[in-house]
């Protein structure tokens, strides 16, 4: 066959995009169970650093131990919405936390809430996944950053845009209010947006559980 044929170029053409095909999804398919392990990990870890539980080691196998030990979890749900929860700790010291997820300023923004069990207070907060530029909104990430929350009181009293602020307020000294990041003002709006549409919707969920 003439190799410049239209023919020719076609086969070529074809045959190199079934074999480059044929390899990409042996490759895709090699790798879905470490992919699946890694996300697993990556969860749990998330979680130990969230709930600050005590973990042996740093393998995957400490990190799941530890959330098997230490968390309950369980799935609610109410007026449309569903909430993966987790709790542990003595009935006096009970700590509750769940999955939020909402848009930050490039693509989503999913992390780990924690908060005294009636709510008032946040414990602890770390991101599992987010798009923001790295040294800029990426920073949410980093320790300042998400201690700041730590202690943080929920103001429930204030309008449901309100309840957390993150950035510049009327107050500068408010216990419902954490500095935003440098340079990465959007991410941080986007954030507090974000979380403040979460919480409200996760207290009726939470309240509604707690009735039944």
Known sequence: ????????????????????????SAVHHATLDTLAKNETLHRNRTLSRAFLLDVTGDSAEAYQEAVDRFLDVQEIRAEGRSFEV????APSERRVGFLFAGLGFWGPIKG???FTEDLKTMV??????????????GRIEEAWFSNQFKGLEIAWDEPADERVLIGGAADPKARN????????SQTSLALMKSLN??????????????VE
Do not use: C, W
């Open 197 to 210: 549409a979460e919480l409200e919707s996760f207290r009726k969920v939470y309240d509604k559980r707690m």
């Open 177 to 184: 209010r954490v500095d935003a990041i440098t340079g990465a």
């Open 86 to 89: 987790f709790a542990t700790g």
């Open 112 to 114: 780990i809430a924690v």
């Open 124 to 137: 602890n907060i770390q991101f599992l996944e987010h798009e923001e530029t790295p040294g800029l909104g």
């Open 1 to 24: 066959m003439n190799k410049s044929s239209p023919s020719y170029v076609l086969l070529f053409v074809l045959a190199v995009s079934v074999v480059s095909g044929t390899g990409l």
